[in-house]
């Protein structure tokens, strides 16, 4: 194949320089908000929280919006 490699060129450095962290900061909020919905479920549904299990922290956005 010739020509530039996909980071040569301006949409393969777009998407490594924005694409992809944003990616990566969405799913990390997603984990933070599934993991507070499992917590809310298992509270309503009466099961104890494991020993074992993290505290979550407050509801809150990783982005500081």
Partial sequence: MSGPAFFQTYMGQRFYETTMPQLVRQLGRL???????????????????????EPVESPGNSEGR
Avoid: C, H, I, S
Avoid at 31 to 53: H, I, M, S
């Fill in 31 to 53: 984990n933070d908000n599934l993991e507070r919905l499992v917590l809310v479920a298992e509270r309503l549904t009466g099961q104890k929280q494991p020993a074992n299990a």
